[in-house]
Structure formats: structure tokens, C-alpha cells
């Protein structure tokens, strides 16, 4: 099994402020995702990074996997209400293709 | 917009009844996978199934579940004699591709009771 640890496991925040939650792990992933998750439904799909070091912005969020590939953040800038919620972050197996190992999530909440 | 949808959206069930739970994938995807959600947990894998057959499965699919395809739209998770410990969240997924562009779309979930 290969473990994802997401810090912090909960952020409350003013809007307009900058926050980063991590996803670390002992273990090395052959990619690794984002899903934001909203209660009572599916975790929905922010981005998925695949080389180390790589970066992704996404209009105010910005992803970073790690250089070895066993890490990975999400920056996000000038947080607004809207961005409250959960966020999961899931990695690939590196030999286990088609296998995924979720974080147990960090929630986020905004206040306006 | 295609999406993923399962059904029944709620399922309640006595302990040790067999319970199917349906997903029909985005048609063009060729990946399929199901997972799990207990309350206030983390997400977990349980399998993942391509070309007809299971590519990965967790270890907590064991004997007691199983996944078919039985035609060209539908993805079936049967469980075989449910267990109060099964009482969770559970969700399939689809992608059409791996690696660079990858992208894995969730269903809405099927709440499983078990009483």
C-alpha cells in the first residue's frame, strides 16, 4: 500500500488570502491527481500531473508535483468563497498502473 | 456535457443479501473503476477493470465482490452477502486514456445501507 498523507486536515481562512495544502508520501507515483469533492457527491477532477517537478496552473490554483514524485501541493491565490470545500489529493501506483491511493482530504473553508 | 451516472442512487439492504450496484460509464472510455467512501473517510481503490477483465483490485476486494461488464454501456459491482461493514459510499469511475491525458470522471455515488 502506498500512503498519502494531505496536510493540513482542516484551513479556515479570510477571503482574499493565500493558502497551500500539501499531499506527501513516502512512496513514488506515476502520477498524481487533484479532485475537489463536495458533499453527498464524487470527487471531481482539478488536474492531473504525470512528471516531476511539473507544474499546472489553473486560473488561481497552482499544482506542483514533486521533483522525485513522491509529493505534490496545490497554491491557491487570493482565495474567494466559492473555493470552499474538500480537496483530495490521489496517486497513481508506480507499478500498480490502474491502482489509485487517496489522501483523506483537506477542507478548506472561506469566509467572506 | 457526458457524465457518469450510477444507479440506485440509495440502497438499502439486510446483512447477507447480494446487492448490484449499476454505473454506465462515458461511452467512449475504456477504463473503469469503483471505489468506496465510508463516512468521513478517505476514498478508497477497490478495482479497476479494462479489455474486460480486472486490472488492479485492493485488498479489500476479496471473494465477496465482483465486477462484469455485461454489455457495451453498463459497469456492475455486485457484492454477495453484505456485511454491516460495508454500509458506505460507493462510486465508479471512467477514463478514456492514461499518463499525460489522463482524466478520471466520477459518478454521483450510491449511498449502501446495510441493516
Known amino acids: 500500500t502506498q500512503l498519502l498523507e494531505q496536510s493540513p486536515q482542516f484551513l479556515s481562512i479570510q477571503e482574499g488570502e493565500n493558502l497551500t495544502v500539501y499531499c506527501n508520501s513516502s512512496?513514488?507515483?506515476?502520477?498524481l491527481q487533484w479532485y475537489r469533492q463536495e458533499p453527498g457527491e464524487g470527487p471531481v477532477l482539478l488536474v492531473t500531473v504525470v512528471t516531476g517537478g511539473e507544474v499546472k496552473k489553473l486560473k488561481r490554483l497552482t499544482f506542483q508535483f514533486g521533483d522525485a514524485r513522491k509529493d505534490s501541493s496545490l497554491h491557491i491565490t487570493a482565495a474567494q468563497p466559492g473555493d470552499t470545500g474538500l480537496y483530495l489529493c490521489a496517486g497513481e501506483g508506480r507499478c500498480n498502473f490502474n491502482k489509485f491511493y487517496f489522501g483523506s482530504g483537506t477542507k478548506l473553508n472561506v469566509k467572506p | 456535457e457526458p457524465e457518469v451516472t450510477q444507479t440506485p442512487s440509495h440502497q438499502v439492504t439486510q446483512m447477507g443479501q447480494e446487492v448490484i450496484l449499476r454505473c454506465v460509464p462515458i461511452?467512449?472510455?475504456?477504463?473503469f473503476y469503483w471505489y468506496r467512501q465510508i463516512l468521513g473517510q478517505k476514498v478508497e481503490f477497490l478495482v479497476s477493470f479494462y479489455n474486460n477483465e480486472i486490472s488492479e483490485k485492493s485488498e479489500i476486494f476479496d471473494d465477496q465482490f465482483s465486477v462484469e461488464r455485461p454489455d457495451g454501456s453498463n459497469f456492475t459491482l455486485k457484492i454477495r452477502s453484505t456485511k454491516l461493514e460495508d454500509s458506505a459510499m460507493y462510486f465508479c469511475a471512467s477514463s478514456r486514456d492514461r499518463g499525460i491525458t489522463y482524466e478520471q470522471y466520477f459518478g454521483p455515488g450510491t449511498r449502501l445501507t446495510v441493516t
Open positions: 512512496s513514488v507515483f506515476s502520477s
Open positions: 461511452s467512449n472510455h475504456l477504463y
